[in-house]
């Protein structure tokens, strides 16, 4: 696969001030003031995103674009729009085909090499934001019908963040898979995060009452191991919880993860379609250079761009609805980088180089 090249950093506060200024517009104080007041809020609950993919998402081996931007160019992006930190949760094996990988394979090498990278990033400093080394690994069933991850814990174990999270898999939606492939995970002692608990099976409109009453059945015990063994629970703003689980889920005690799982940048604005084949050709590893231009050209107009409001839209209408289930910012793992190295290393005993070196290099000891 090309390797995209590193585009020229763009500001997007920058270039919208740059763009009104040019359309001869005044500049908006009161939007500005709103602004400053809706950062503050959201600042309280999220100051960093556990769950973004990088380049490193996009897998020959898969040849399916799962993350467009280098992890520099993420970091210098999410610095400017205000974010202290950004946790690298990358791909494993293919989420619409897993497969249980072993030590040795080149994913799993990637992500031990991506790990030291990270931290390589951190120690040289160049960055008012730190990074957190993870994975997205697949839950799946094994060939002999054992619910499990698809990275191995060896590898697990040097990472920062693992997130584990189901997608396509064999009986996805019964509710008896469900509870039997959680739970394993949630018993998984590597495994920080669920990611994304119920998705999309909400969304199913063609399943009987007696399928429903099934399902929501399971998801109490599955909140209360959680609970009990000191796991996320990931609010996913690409694939937002329902609301009878996420109050369920508040009622629980249970910690989340507050995510926006991006592949993109400003990824819900329209004009995405129009390089779906030329992303395609580049994560097959067939791109030509004129592909490799249109790619570029997408990826600076998107970074341009800024977050856009529909995520932001979602993300406080999230934390409305946490506050009124009387959920306070200490329960969201990435409210900020000390709760997060918190619930890392003093809750879920992990100890990675990483790890260490942000907590006695920056301070991230919570208070």
Not at 181 to 198: E, K, M, Q, W
Request: glycine share 6%; net charge negative.
């Amino acid at each position: 696969m090309r390797e995209l090249p590193s585009i020229p950093y763009i500001d997007p506060q920058e270039e919208a001030r740059k763009k009104r200024d040019q359309a001869g517009l005044p500049p908006k104080e009161s939007e500005a003031g709103e602004q400053r007041e809706l950062t503050k809020y959201i600042s309280k609950w999220w100051q960093g995103d556990a769950h973004s993919h990088s380049t490193k998402s996009t897998r020959e081996e898969t040849g399916d674009y799962e993350g467009l931007y280098h992890p520099q160019e993420i970091m210098k992006y999410y610095q400017r729009i205000g974010l202290r930190f950004v946790a690298f949760s990358e791909h494993s094996s293919n989420p619409r085909n897993p497969e249980k990988l072993s030590p040795a394979d080149p994913i799993s090498q990637s992500l031990v090499s991506g790990a030291k990278e990270i931290e390589e990033i951190n120690r040289e400093g160049n960055f008012d934001i730190i990074a957190f080394s993870s994975v997205e690994a697949n839950i799946m069933f094994d060939d002999n019908g054992k619910a499990i991850v698809d990275v191995p814990d060896e590898i697990l174990a040097k990472l920062d963040l693992v997130v584990a999270s189901r997608h396509v898999i064999a009986n996805e939606k019964e509710p008896s898979a469900i509870k039997e492939s959680l739970l394993a995970t949630v018993r998984n002692g590597h495994v920080d995060v669920i990611g994304h608990p119920d998705r999309y099976t909400r969304k199913d409109k063609e399943k009987s009452p007696e399928y429903w009453e099934e399902y929501w059945s399971v998801w109490q015990e599955i909140l209360d191991e959680m609970v009990a063994q000191n796991k996320a629970f990931e609010i996913n703003l690409n694939c937002q919880p329902s609301r009878k689980l996420l109050e369920m889920a508040a009622n629980s005690g249970v910690r989340f993860s507050l995510d926006l799982d991006a592949h993109d940048f400003n990824q819900y604005k329209s004009g995405g379609k129009e390089v779906t084949g030329e992303k395609k050709k580049w994560a097959a590893g067939d791109a030509n250079d004129g592909d490799i231009e249109i790619l570029n050209k997408y990826r600076i107009e998107r970074m341009t761009s800024g977050p856009g409001v529909r995520i932001i839209v979602r993300l406080v209408k999230v934390l409305k609805k946490l506050e009124s289930l009387g959920v306070f910012p200490d329960r969201v793992i990435n409210s900020s980088p000390e709760n997060l190295v918190n619930f890392l290393t003093e809750v879920r005993g992990k100890s990675t180089s990483n790890l260490m070196f942000l907590k006695e290099k920056h301070g991230l000891i919570r208070e």
